[in-house]
């Protein structure tokens, strides 16, 4: 691999020279159906798994025939028929995974664990201590693999924990700790095999691997920044060469020249599959295969209705489809902050732990990264997780796992994840500046996510019904004014729709207002009181910011040839800025006006409920009405 880095036919390379032992050795004490969540260094833990090396070849050269199809590079990808869940650059960000992973193990009594491995760098990430206390609190069968090698990319020890080993966190946490030689193959084979034993009693194990790395973190950055004296004392205790003296302190090879066809052997293993591999076919571009990548197909489950219905507020459609998903099939799994017991904070949840246990109904600590991460190992192993924020503005925290993980999976090379994140958000209520936030449009711009924002009690029953049931990941906007402040009769059952089609509130001619959410109520009211003065205005309801239904606006622009856009969020890149662009580029001959948007200030949400009155887009409503209308 280096001599195809010299010669510029791979673009990187992490090498794991002097840290051998530790994949190996690890891949070794495991069984195959536990699962590994490996890092850049982590080549040995493939071989020993058996993987196709020239698939493997094909991924580090970016070929078609790569486990990623050349849309990631190095170690970026994961074999779930392997049981080995790939990494992110964002390191400790995998971790959480193999608390999902391990959860899914004791859920169904399945007797493997979740291995996952981090460098010394990764341990200050803030993922790092949710993973750790996830799994020590829930009792996970998870073991956590620090290789200690001295440096983070270039930073030493010394300058990034305080502590004398890493290990000692172990206690912090109320796991067990281990501090191994990761040089010595049987001495991380026999911690391996310990700690297995530990977390299929309910124990997880963190476990610090001393060792080093020879090479770079990779190789264009050099070791210039290494000591030498450093070099020259791990040197002996080079993983490889320990091996070949046991093996011959022990007879099991008789001698160099053994050893040297042994070598010979290995080279003539894996060189076929190389050459193979270079002569392997380069991807090729086609679009329409790149976007479906982003999607898997939905097959909603067949509902039966009755012909009873019942008067439901907006929340108690939400309880009431996230109840009926949970009576059909036991495979989904919620988790959040306060949901238990407690019903959640806006009690969305009460009463289900008393009808579905603790085992689905899980009170999680207080993060979000972590219910994330382990939402998407749930999801890895055929769970429908659902993952409340407690509040949308605290989404923020798990912004790493939704864009990264989550969003970009199945394009990499995961299966389709079944995740539900469901989000309370929106002003209007006096909460302040962090509990008021709108942040859906955040999300807009990161292919592989569907965005739901219902207005109407009915939308809130359906759309979430069919967000639970849908294998992509969907982000579920529920707006906290709406909660206890409309109300409708709705069917006793739900009806599954597909996700990503807008719908006519209201019928018009002079102008269009395209909103959603608590938009679609403001623009509602201002509908009927243009209609007392003969001005009929047409009132389209997004209900979902992607997939974006474009048809069912250009179809409403075309009709009344004015549009105005109306979101709660700020004016700056907000959902509607491109939705703006949108109708400019594909409606330009259809308007009469320019498009014109009103928004809430580009200030943060203010607590006093004077000032955020001011602050709302509803009170310029009128304004921008009459001025679109004046054209």
Known sequence: MLNLLRQNKISKWFSGMGQEAIAVGVASALDEKDWLLPMHRNLGLFTTRGVDLYKLFCQWLGKADGFTGGRDRSFHFGIPEQRI?????????????????????????????????????????????????????????????????????????????????????????????????????FEVMEAVSQAKKYALEGEPTLIEAKTFRMRGHEEASGTFYVPDEKFE?????????????????????????????????VDNSFEPQLKKALKAEEPTFDRQTEEQRLFSPVDYPSTEGTEESSEKRFVDALQFSLRQAFEEDDEFVIMGQDIAEYGGVFKITEGFVDQFGKDRIRNTPIIEAGALGCGVGLALEGYKSVVEMQFADFISCGFNQIINNISKGQYRWMPPLNITIRAPHGAGVGAGPFHSQSP?????????????????????????????????????????????????????YCTPEELGKAKVRREGSDATIVTYGMGVHWAQDIAKSYAENGTELEVVDLRCLAPLDLDTVKQSVSKTN????????????????????????????????????????????????KLEKHYLADNRLEETLDKLLAY
């Not at 639970?468 to 409309?486: A, G, M, T």
């Not at 700056?572 to 109708?583: K, N, Q, Y």
Request: charged share 25%.
């Open 85 to 185: 869940a790939g990494m992110i650059s964002h390191l400790a960000a995998t971790m959480p995974i193999a608390d999902g992973l391990g959860l899914a193990s004791k859920l169904r009594d399945s007797g493997y664990v979740a291995c996952s491995f981090c460098g010394d760098g990764a341990t200050s990430e803030g993922e790092f201590h949710e993973a750790l206390n996830l799994a020590a609190v829930w009792e996970l069968p998870v073991i956590f693999m620090i290789e200690n090698n001295g440096y983070g990319l270039s930073t030493p020890t010394n300058e990034q924990y305080a502590c004398d080993d890493l290990v000692d966190r172990a206690q912090g946490y109320g796991m067990h700790g281990l501090k191994i030689d990761g040089n010595d193959i």
């Open 233 to 265: 004392k791990w040197s002996e205790r080079d993983p490889i060469d320990r091996m070949a003296r046991w093996l011959k302190e022990e007879q099991i090879v008789s001698g160099d020249e053994q050893l040297a066809s042994i070598k010979d052997e």
């Open 440 to 492: 859906e449009g955040w999300f807009m711009q990161h292919p592989g996510l569907k965005i739901v924002v219902p207005s109407t009690v009915e939308d809130a029953q359906n759309l979430l019904y069919s967000a639970l049931y849908d294998p992509n990941p969907v982000l579920f906007f529920e707006h906290k004014k709406l909660y206890r402040s409309i109300h409708d009769v709705t069917p006793d």
């Open 562 to 609: 004015k549009v105005l856009l109306l979101q709660e969020p700020s004016t700056t890149l907000g959902p509607m800025s491109e939705l703006s662009s949108l109708i400019t580029e594909q409606c330009f001959e259809e308007l009469d006006a320019p498009v014109l948007r009103c928004s809430s200030l580009d200030i943060p949400v203010p607590f006093s409920p």
